[in-house]
Nanobody
Framework: QLQLVESGGGLVQPGGSLRLSCTAN????????MGWFRQAPGKEREGVSC????????NYADSVKGRFTISRDNAKNTVYLQMNNLKPGDTAIYTC???????????????????WGQGTQVTVSS
């Protein structure tokens, strides 16, 4: 089955930036809508952002709108999450997910996603 691998997490000071990447070995992502989710200790997993199959439609959680940008480069078989002006509240394990869908848009409803990566830790602290 499809296995997703995230990278790019780490420790960063408030106001800093990170770029997360998501890819898959042996499979192409260009037939999936993709999403980024995060889960902090003691909290439920929440949707952060998603991008449609073509990349023409995106959605963001209100808490990250204006600071995060999702993108995809199907030629590189990679989905990105550029995170700017990071805040301590962004600290979480970030996971990418793939949605088998025929829709031209995307959703951040976690129940709709079919494949999940193992996550990468993002810690925002001074």
């Amino acid at each position: 089955q499809l296995q997703l691998v995230e990278s790019g997490g780490g420790l960063v000071q408030p106001g800093g930036s990170l770029r997360l990447s998501c890819t898959a070995n042996g499979y192409t992502l260009d037939t999936y809508a993709m999403g980024w989710f995060r889960q902090a200790p003691g909290k439920e997993r929440e949707g952060v952002s998603c991008i449609s199959i073509s990349g023409g439609s995106t959605n963001y959680a209100d808490s990250v709108k204006g600071r995060f940008t999702i993108s995809r480069d199907n030629a590189k078989n990679t989905v990105y999450l550029q995170m700017n002006n990071l805040k301590p509240g962004d600290t979480a394990i970030y996971t990418c997910a793939a949605d088998v869908t025929l829709r031209a848009d995307c959703t951040m409803t976690r129940e709709k996603y079919d494949y999940w990566g193992q996550g990468t830790q993002v810690t925002v602290s001074s």
